[in-house]
T-cell receptor, first 109, second 116 residues
Framework: QKEVEQNSGPLSVPEGAIASLNCTYSDRGSQSFFWYRQYSGKSPELIMSIYSNGDKEDGRFTAQLNKASQYVSLLIRDSQPSDSATYLCAVNTGNQFYFGTGTSLTVIP | GAVVSQHPSRVICKSGTSVKIECRSLDFQATTMFWYRQFPKQSLMLMATSNEGSKATYEQGVEKDKFLINHASLTLSTLTVTSAHPEDSSFYIC????????????FGPGTRLTVL
């Protein structure tokens, strides 16, 4: 079992819709959770961090964490074509940092 | 804040030469830095974890004598690809872990290496 699992997609949503990206992790002791955005040919960029159960909102982005279900998600409201990218889920467990393989999102104008 | 620079951004070299890539955390100290490699349309692949003042920890299958890592200070780590060959051509990305926060990793912009 992989430490962090994501649906690879591709996920396509129309412009203006809500994009929902999901991630599960295997270690219940994981403490910190992150979402990165990676445009094609570029390096990953940290867009959200979440550490406590519940929701965290930042602009059009909302991260949701459910430690009991070992589940973290990212919602993108009012999706824009510029949101088209690969989104990487990452989990910090003790001294280890694990990345998912990423979900490719395409926002269709 | 939390800016990581990487130099050079692009390098083209002849087979057999060595290439050195620098990774710097500009506005925070990073006890731990990471080196990744990414081939087109593939996932990030962790190559090694670099700890300041100690030897790097390499992932399985990564040759430590070929990919030399030095983490000389809390803001600088270097990766040297020795005797580069065309199969080493890839996108190399470093990241620095900020220990003052929640251990977030911040990535450099990457170095695209092409070995002829």
């Amino acid at each position: 079992q992989k430490e962090v699992e994501q649906n690879s997609g591709p996920l396509s949503v129309p412009e203006g819709a809500i994009a929902s990206l999901n991630c599960t992790y295997s270690d219940r002791g994981s403490q910190s959770f992150f979402w990165y955005r990676q445009y094609s040919g570029k390096s990953p960029e940290l867009i959200m961090s979440i550490y406590s159960n519940g929701d965290k909102e930042d602009g059009r982005f909302t991260a949701q964490l459910n430690k009991a279900s070992q589940y973290v998600s990212l919602l993108i409201r009012d999706s824009q074509p510029s949101d088209s990218a690969t989104y990487l889920c990452a989990v910090n467990t003790g001294n280890q940092f694990y990345f998912g393989t990423g979900t490719s999102l395409t926002v269709i104008p | 804040g939390a800016v990581v620079s990487q130099h050079p951004s692009r390098v083209i070299c002849k087979s057999g030469t060595s290439v050195k890539i620098e990774c710097r955390s500009l506005d925070f100290q990073a006890t731990t830095m990471f080196w990744y490699r990414q081939f087109p349309k593939q996932s990030l692949m962790l190559m090694a974890t670099s700890n300041e003042g100690s030897k790097a920890t390499y992932e399985q299958g990564v040759e430590k004598d070929k990919f030399l890592i030095n983490h000389a200070s809390l803001t600088l780590s270097t990766l040297t690809v020795t005797s580069a060959h065309p199969e080493d051509s890839s996108f190399y990305i470093c990241s620095a872990q900020r220990t003052s926060g929640y251990n977030e990793q911040f990535f450099g912009p990457g170095t695209r290496l092409t070995v002829l």
